[in-house]
């Protein structure tokens, strides 16, 4: 009974994940196609690789994408490990609140907060003079971005022993040098995770970017977006293609990464339990 | 001869209008061995935080040196601490633990290399420089956490239950190896422990705490034999305390019989507590003495016997090497110098009642006692 249960269990796994991942698989196969069909094989090419190389306006979506992403990461790490080591010393009640206003805009649609986010900054712009464009789009990925690294500092906080800063200020430690010599290595893997989340968000982000970028400058996956509306060219399967391969393999580093680091918290546990043989 | 090292002057601590110390009068000397010792909450580590300079206190003033240091922060302190879970940093091996305070004070690193070495010896862990903190013991991390403060040639080392997550054994070890350790360095340790026997076994001066506020301050010997109050009298060793009327001076009543006492000094007729240490009770054949009791019950303790008297209605606990077993009708003398006095306070009829005795009695009352920690201790044990 039991084995029965265990073979269709794993049968509709399969199925599931068939499923999820059965049209990245296509894309990606029909990316390396030689003709233009999307449906027919005719032959192993990089030759859309090659067009897009040649394609100036995917060239800029690209050099646009890295910028925002790498500034953007960077800043909301900045101003996420900020936030967290504020919430972190707060009191209970507050925290709590701020945490759950932090979470809000992770689980709220992106299209709302692209949405929202386009109607603030032609306010703003009306009355301050600026329109949508690479600013805006920076400053969006950056609000989105805060709270994922918020999230990934969290954790690491949490374990800090509670008088690791007070015993480095003991020993004659400014609250600075107490800061950067002894919390940052200790923060400084949850705070990694948190800009390579960041990084990844950023990266793969169409919704927000496509409300607050306005008409002049465009992402990699906005462009992918353009393509299909206009011409269906094969280079649009090379593009998702290689974004598919770059957003799985910074999600795949950042997993490896939080295993990593809860099995040396749990090595950690363990020694200091082990009293016995001082 | 010692002269005073660190003093606090009406020293009061509130958290949200909760009152956690009131008014705190202490000074501690030069080279003094000095324990704050309370069940949890009594306000012992908010006192040494204060000195420490982690809290400010809402009133009151802290002189080091004769100096008021309210606001002096916590590096510019000649204070060094060990933590309660010893807040090693856990990125830096051994040695640059040790060397942290000496790195920040931009010593040289020759002078680094010998200093944290000569401290690797005091704390026997000479050739574990390189390790990871994390392949330590608790027991070795618990030397690292006192090199690491004592390399920086502190006035005063402060440690906040340092001893608290060792078992039994090891406990005891590092007692007499932090007693050797003051001595040699010839330093101020003040030293916090809810752990009485700890607090009588290293001290020079103990101070007894609860509540926020110091209940006694004395030696180890003046604080068990001349308790001030019935909380002291209970906290520190047993003690069966039971209510009396000072009659005049040397005379004090109990269970409407006289018995002479070494005290004085109270008004005439004041009621007062009196305690009564389990093991200063000598036992009698019945005839001999002057209080006849039954025993009620008896637990073997390895050195002595709990034995569990009851004299009309209220259950003494005696200490004694014979057996009486339960049932048997036993006498007791009391010599003047086995009992002692004790005025009223908010503590009376609190404490030294063993009616409800059990061998678990300790156990139940203790407010510290954590069920899974003693699980724990079990284990290590094996």
């Known amino acids: ?278 | 001869m010692s002269k005073e090292l660190i003093r606090l002057h009406d020293v009061c601590m509130a958290y949200d209008d909760e009152l956690v110390l009131d008014n705190i009068n202490l000074y501690i000397n030069d080279s003094e061995f000095l324990t704050l010792l309370g069940p949890s909450g009594c306000g012992k580590t908010t006192t040494l935080r204060i000195i420490g300079g982690f809290t400010t206190p809402s009133s009151g003033d802290v002189t080091f040196d004769g100096e008021r240091i309210n606001d002096v922060p916590p590096h510019k302190r000649q204070i060094n601490t060990v933590f309660q879970k010893y807040a090693l940093f856990p990125h830096l091996d051994v040695f640059e633990n040790i060397a942290f305070g000496l790195r920040i004070a931009k010593v040289g690193e020759k002078e680094i290399e010998e200093r944290v070495n000569e401290m690797l010896e005091v704390v026997s862990l000479k050739g574990f420089g390189k390790r990871k903190v994390d392949q330590l013991s608790g027991g070795q991390q618990q030397r690292v956490a006192i090199a690491r403060a004592l390399v920086n040639r502190p006035k005063v080392l402060l440690l906040d239950e340092p001893l608290g997550a060792l078992d039994l054994r090891l406990r005891k070890d590092m007692q007499n190896e932090l007693k050797r350790i003051q001595q040699q360095m010839g330093i101020t340790f003040i030293y916090v422990t809810h752990d009485q026997e700890e607090a009588l076994t290293m001290s020079d001066t103990v101070v007894v705490m609860d509540k926020g506020r110091i209940q006694q301050i004395g030696s180890p010997e003046d604080i068990y034999n001349e308790p001030k109050n019935a909380f002291v009298a209970d906290f520190i060793g047993e003690s069966n305390i039971l209510d009396g009327i000072m009659h005049t001076d040397f005379v004090v009543e109990i269970f409407n019989r006289k018995f002479r006492c070494l005290d004085k000094g109270f008004a005439p007729m004041e009621p007062v507590d009196v305690v009564i240490r389990p093991e200063d009770i000598e036992i009698m054949a019945p005839e001999k003495g002057r209080l006849q009791g039954t025993v009620t019950s008896v637990t073997f303790k390895g050195v002595h016997y709990d034995t569990i008297v009851d004299f009309k209605g209220y259950k003494w606990l005696i200490q004694t090497t014979d057996y009486h077993e339960v049932g048997s009708v036993i006498g007791i003398i009391l010599n003047p110098d086995d009992i002692h006095i004790m005025k009223k306070s908010e503590y009376s009829g609190m404490f030294g009642d063993y009616s409800s005795y059990s061998a678990e009695y300790d156990e139940i009352n203790d407010p510290d006692f954590d069920a899974d920690e003693a699980e724990e201790d079990a284990d290590d044990e094996d």
């Open chain 1, 1 to 278: 009974m039991m084995q029965k249960n265990n073979t269709f269990a794993r049968i509709f796994n399969i199925l599931v994940y068939v499923f999820l991942y059965l049209p990245i698989v296509v894309l990606i196969i029909f990316s390396f196609n030689d003709s233009k069909s999307r449906t027919v094989w005719s032959g192993f090419s990089l030759h859309w690789y090659q067009e897009l190389l040649q394609d100036e306006e995917i060239l800029a979506a690209f050099s646009t994408t890295i910028t925002v992403s790498v500034i953007a990461a960077v800043v909301a790490t900045v101003l996420g490990t900020a936030a967290a080591i504020g919430f972190h010393n707060m009191k209970r009640r507050p925290r709590n609140l701020f945490l759950t206003i932090n979470n809000i805009p992770m689980t709220n649609a992106d299209i709302i907060t692209g949405v929202s986010l386009m109607l603030l900054f032609v306010a703003a712009g009306n009355i301050l003079g600026f329109s949508l464009g690479f600013g805006t789009l920076l400053v969006a990925h950056i609000t989105f971005n805060v709270p994922y690294v918020v999230l990934a500092v969290m954790p690491k906080l949490r374990q800090l022993n509670p008088n690791l800063g007070e015993a480095a200020m003991d020993l004659g430690a400014t609250p600075w040098q107490a800061f950067w010599k002894v919390l940052m290595p200790e923060l400084r893997p949850g705070i990694l995770n948190g800009m390579l989340i960041a990084f990844t968000m950023s990266i793969d982000d169409f919704v927000i970017s496509y409300f607050t970028a306005g008409s002049e400058v465009s992402t990699l996956a906005m462009q992918i977006y353009a393509m299909t509306r206009k011409r269906i060219s094969p280079e649009v399967n090379a593009l998702s293609t290689i974004l598919f391969v770059v957003v799985l393999t910074l999600l795949v580093i950042v997993n490896v990464r939080q295993v990593r680091q809860e099995q040396l918290n749990e090595k950690r546990a363990r020694a200091l339990r082990k009293g016995g043989n001082g």
